[in-house]
């Protein structure tokens, strides 16, 4: 008895890290993720992006809105800082891109039917 409890305990524990292993796989897969870059205040409230918003997505990552890259197929991925603590570094490096098409590379993170990129590099 004890060892069919023991064997049961083992296989329940190794299922859990096994499968905890790989959501943590998951979630740090490395991707490029071309298209063109999107202040998401405006993208998600109305649809607004291309060359007639670029003035207004300049403005609102400047403020500090969350940007985007809006890829060929229609999906969205939010973009994100490497170092949590200054997302202005990450947003400086888009704002010129606002609006035009880029490419950048780092790590996925699925989250709530979400996702982003942690951004390492841009082109």
């Not at 083992?10 to 993720?33: H, M, P, R, Y």
Request: net charge neutral; glycine share 10%; aromatic share 4%.
């Amino acid at each position: 008895m004890k060892k069919n409890a023991i064997v049961a305990i083992t296989v329940a524990v190794s299922a859990i890290a096994l499968s905890g292993w790989g959501f943590a796989q998951e979630n740090k897969d490395v991707k490029s993720v071309s298209g063109e870059v999107v202040d998401l205040n405006c993208y998600m409230a109305s649809g607004a992006h291309g060359a007639d918003h670029k003035a207004c997505g300049v403005h609102c990552a400047q403020a500090g809105n969350p940007i985007g890259i809006l890829d060929a197929k229609g999906h969205v991925y939010l973009l994100l800082a490497s170092d949590r603590h200054d997302t202005k570094a990450t947003n400086d490096k888009l704002i010129d891109k606002m609006a035009e098409q880029a490419t950048v590379s780092g790590k996925l993170v699925k989250r709530g039917g979400m996702d982003a990129v942690i951004v390492d590099s841009v082109k």
